[in-house]
């Protein structure tokens, strides 16, 4: 079974600039979580999609933070336009659809570094 | 607001030695906690949760909620143990019984075991 997918692994930017992050969710898991990681600090949950719908979005830092997820498939993650703060590793999770807990299944993450 | 806390980010044991991975949380209800595991060059991955009650490469971990805290526990470390180790709280059925995967995850030990 092919894990969660992300890319790219590393993305090194400018202050200002755009960066699209992009997660493929193991095939058939409709729930697909970001988190994100800063330098020193614990992982924090940015947003949660069922399928294509953002079902909770209460993590996202600002608007400059946009999440998509067409066709419930994959799904992009874009900073526009990046922030000194944004670095950090983002992770994606996605997990089967099913009553009570989930098991988290995550993807090696996107090492993101804004200069 | 749901809270974890790792206060050690640091851990380093003799192999053989027994190794106590602390965690405290604060959740105002009836939280599902898991620890997840990141060996090195690897992803994150689930080790155990609390409602399963179960040993995973000679880990345990006990929930006690007098004292909000469910410690990882194993009696003889391995080399390969060595890893970054997170505590995380799920809010589950209290959160909606929406978004089980939306997990609070504390800063993470990285724990050593030396030859």
């Known amino acids: 079974e092919a894990g969660v997918t992300q890319f790219p692994s590393h993305s090194v930017i400018e202050k200002g600039q755009t960066v699209t992050l992009r997660c493929d969710p193991i095939s058939g898991h409709d729930n697909l979580y970001w988190y994100r990681r800063v330098m020193g600090k614990e992982i924090k949950f940015l947003l949660h999609?069922?399928?294509?719908?953002?079902?909770?979005e209460s993590g996202m830092p600002n608007n400059r933070f946009l999440a998509e997820r067409t066709g419930g498939t994959y799904s992009t993650l874009k900073v526009q336009p990046a922030e000194l703060e944004d670095s950090g590793v983002y992770f994606c999770?996605?997990?089967?659809?099913?009553?009570?807990?989930?098991?988290?299944?995550f993807g090696s993450g996107t090492q993101l570094s804004v200069l | 607001a749901q809270r974890v806390t790792q206060p050690e980010k640091l851990l380093s044991v003799f192999k053989g030695a027994p190794v106590e991975l602390k965690c405290n949380y604060s959740y105002s209800g009836s939280p599902e906690l898991f620890w997840y595991v990141q060996y090195s060059r690897q992803r994150l991955q689930l080790l155990l949760r609390h409602i399963s009650r179960e040993s995973i490469k000679g880990f345990t971990a006990d929930l006690n909620k007098g004292e909000t805290s469910f410690h990882l526990k194993k009696p003889f470390a391995q080399e390969e143990d060595s890893a970054m180790y997170y505590c995380?709280?799920?809010?589950?059925?209290?959160?909606?019984?929406?978004?089980?995967?939306?997990?609070?995850f504390g800063q993470g030990t990285i724990l050593t075991v030396h030859p």
């Open positions: 995380a709280l799920s809010g589950g059925a209290d959160a909606g019984g929406t978004s089980y995967g939306k997990l609070t």
């Open positions: 999609f069922v399928k294509e719908s953002k079902q909770d």
């Open positions: 999770a996605s997990s089967h659809p099913g009553g009570g807990w989930e098991k988290l299944f």
